[in-house]
């Protein structure tokens, strides 16, 4: 088991930027790959961001590329998305997650935070 608890949400002006934190604790959190997902009202669950175990590999979904960074620090068993040049069409609940496989399917993943909302204003 491990816990996952998101940090960081809020109401932002589009341009803005924020910056998601994710801690987890239970199980060695170095082992998982770590992902950031978004759910915006009547659509479906998507994936943002994932990072590998080492945090050498990353994926975005085209979305958000250039404008948010995930990242992780495995000594602080912390996960981190840095979101910039915020749009309104960013607003949504924003999940962290954990799998021990590597995917970017949400099905896939097997431990979930309860999600912190980020709404960005027009």
């Known amino acids: 088991q491990v816990q996952l608890v998101e940090s960081g949400g809020g109401l932002v002006q589009a341009g803005g930027s924020l910056r998601l934190s994710c801690a987890a604790s239970?199980?060695?959190?170095?082992?998982?790959?770590m992902g950031w997902f978004r759910q915006a009202p009547g659509k479906e669950r998507e994936l943002v961001a994932a990072?590998?175990?080492?945090?050498?590999?990353?994926t975005y979904a085209d979305s958000v590329k250039g404008r948010f960074i995930i990242s992780r620090d495995n000594a602080k068993n912390t996960l981190y998305l840095q979101m910039n040049s915020l749009k309104p069409e960013d607003t949504a609940v924003y999940y962290c997650?954990?799998?021990?496989?590597?995917?970017?399917?949400?099905?896939?993943?097997?431990?979930w935070g309860q999600g912190t909302q980020v709404t960005v204003s027009s």
């Open positions: 990072i590998s175990v080492s945090g050498g590999s990353t």
């Open positions: 239970g199980r060695t959190f170095s082992i998982f790959t």
């Open positions: 997650a954990a799998t021990r496989s590597w995917s970017i399917f949400p099905a896939e993943y097997d431990y």
